[in-house]
């Protein structure tokens, strides 16, 4: 496999795609084998590398939303969906404490990713697919098919609806805490629908009724330590293609968002969950609420572990068309896409947003 240490003039890029495809071994199984450069199919360009060392001074500037989620069912519902509505605005995400997931499960879910994933190379080679809308798949990015940087980050990834795998073909390492897991975020993610719709000031069913949240997977992410970490990136900048993510972190940090033109650490809160919003949601909110972009750094000491949980209709091909909700449109606010595919909808804001 292609290493720094080659001579670029004469890399063949399908063909080291290809060696590590047919590895089954992940970035993981790289790492393990020694490895003392970072390949070449994983360097990213200085465009988004060469900003890593801003981020400590960028984190002192800028005081993360974060919302406590306790009581709202009660007397501090109005209040936080008011937050809600400031978060999505101005920022495209918000971290969510008390959101009704017991730390346990939170702890476990980590656990048992990493536990999947530190597993021996041939175990997890069985898993090795690309199919991750249908079934069970172990596997290292899912755009490797084009010439762009790879991301230094494994994954276990599963779809929940429309088609939930079998319990049996998960891993039993983490089957039982996968299973679990799967189910508590699936209610959450109702319950942040709900508060989304009311912060919109549409009825609290209003996204829901709109079935946007019934097409779910999950990816269990593993981001190995890298030996030349300023050279690529766990994940590269990116939005978020669904409505909504969820996303679980353990405590090594790593993930940055972009805002007001600058990378800003997410730094790990003890028992939160980070609320993303997708491209999805600002094409039915009319840009009420903003995709947010983001990313995560590797580093050369420890390993990463995250959970994201997807609320998408990308994934699954469909004819289905959507615009703007009408409650949002009037003469002030006009429609700011018309009717398509939601496909087409996000291939278009990609184009805008590169």
């Known amino acids: 496999m292609a290493t720094t240490g080659k001579n670029t003039s004469e890399y063949d890029w399908e063909s080291e795609v290809k060696a590590f495809h047919d590895s089954k071994v992940g970035v993981k199984g790289l790492v393990d084998g020694g490895l003392t450069k970072v390949p070449l199919m994983f360097i990213h360009p200085p465009y988004n590398t060469t900003d890593h060392a801003k981020s400590d001074s960028a984190v002192s500037e800028f005081r993360l939303p974060l919302i406590d989620l306790e009581g709202v069912h009660d007397n501090r519902r109005a209040k936080i969906i008011e937050q809600v509505r400031e978060a999505c605005e101005n920022w495209g995400f918000f971290m969510a404490v008390n959101h009704g997931i017991p730390a346990s499960v939170l702890e476990e879910m980590i656990d048992g990713i990493r536990r999947f994933h530190e597993q021996d190379a041939e175990t997890k080679k069985e898993l090795y697919s690309f199919d991750f809308t249908e079934k069970v798949s172990f596997l290292c990015n899912m755009n490797l098919s084009k010439p762009t940087p790879a991301s230094w980050r494994d994954s276990l990834m599963w779809p929940v609806n429309p088609n939930p795998p079998d319990p049996t073909q998960f891993p039993t390492v983490c089957r039982d805490i996968v299973v679990e897991y ?51 990136l766990g994940s590269e900048r990116h939005y978020d293609t669904g409505y909504l993510t969820i996303i679980l972190q353990d405590q090594v940090g790593g993930l940055q968002v972009f805002h007001q033109n600058q990378w800003i650490d997410v730094v790990p809160h003890p028992g939160s969950l980070v609320i993303i919003v997708g491209l999805s949601l600002q094409v039915v909110t009319n840009d009420r609420f903003k995709g947010l972009e983001h990313r995560v750094l590797v580093n050369g000491e420890s390993s990463r572990v995250s959970m994201a949980s997807g609320f998408s209709p990308t994934f699954w091909p469909s004819s289905q068309l959507y615009s703007p ?26 184009g805008q947003k590169v």
């Open 325 to 350: 909700i009408k409650e949002l449109v009037s003469d002030e606010t006009p429609p700011k896409y018309e009717e398509a595919t939601m496909a087409a909808h996000v291939a278009y804001l990609r």
């Open 182 to 232: 799967s189910k508590q975020v699936e209610r959450l993610g109702y319950s942040l629908f709900e508060l989304l719709s009311e912060a919109l000031g549409l009825n609290a069913n209003h996204l829901k009724d709109m079935k946007i949240a019934e097409k779910i997977f999950h990816g269990g992410h593993y981001y190995p330590p890298c030996p030349e970490p300023e050279l690529t």
